[in-house]
């Protein structure tokens, strides 16, 4: 079955590092986003992607970096971790943006400290 | 300042009864709304959307009312069951659907047996 996979799905850094969050889907969608859910704000967008070497900023995208060089993957990148970015990051893919539906993967847990 | 927003940060109700969970947006340029529900450790999924020409959209025990002049919609869920126990998101977005939601911070539901 196609399926979106997250990876690592909990990950504690230090302040100041590199991060690197991986999503991966098999439908092979072309348009791919990056959310953070944090309590009290529900979930943001931070970049999304229509398709291979597109990527835009959303609306929370400072700190944040992503490159699309395949339709499968969207890694999102902290260059330089703060605590701030303590979060739960979820990815999603839509093959059509028509419906609405986007399918999310898991969840990556991130702690920073 | 959230433009989509979700009072209620929980609801409990008795199974076989109706849930009925609410959302109130701010933009008036929002065009098309959607329901994710999402499990602990899990990614959401997509519940049900309404576009803003219609008022109601139905899916078996799921309906969503728009009322555009009040800027609300809701969930309504009949009959409710335990597994619908789960945290409900409304989300919003501006020019037909491009993937880039605007999400309200969620409200837990609770069914009880």
């Known amino acids: 079955d196609a399926e979106i996979t997250q990876s690592p799905r909990h990950k504690i850094t230090e302040t100041g590092r590199q991060v690197t969050l991986a999503c991966h889907q098999t439908w092979n969608h072309n348009n791919m986003f990056w959310y953070r859910q944090d309590l009290g704000h529900g979930l943001r967008l931070i970049h999304y992607s229509y398709g291979v070497q597109d990527t835009n900023k959303g609306e929370v995208s400072d700190g944040y970096s992503v490159s699309r060089s395949n339709t499968e993957d969207l890694p999102l990148t902290l260059e330089s971790a703060a605590s701030s970015q303590t979060s739960v990051y979820f990815c999603a893919s839509s093959g059509s943006l028509l419906t609405g539906e986007l399918f999310f993967g898991e969840g990556s847990r991130l702690t920073v400290l | 300042d959230q433009q989509v927003k979700q009072n209620s940060p929980s609801l409990s109700v008795q199974e076989g009864r109706i849930s009925i969970l609410n959302c109130d947006y701010t933009?008036?340029?929002?065009?098309?709304f959607l329901w994710y529900k999402k499990y602990p450790a899990e990614g959401p999924t997509f519940l049900i959307s309404?576009?803003?020409?219609?008022d109601k959209n139905e899916d078996g025990r799921f309906t969503v009312f728009l009322n555009k002049s009040a800027k609300h919609l809701s969930l309504h869920i009949v009959p409710s069951q335990p597994g619908d126990s789960a945290v409900y998101f409304c989300a919003a977005s501006v020019a037909g659907n491009t993937g880039k939601l605007i999400f309200g911070q969620g409200t837990t539901l609770q069914v009880k047996p």
């Open positions: 933009n008036s340029m929002f065009d098309y």
């Open positions: 309404i576009s803003s020409i219609k």
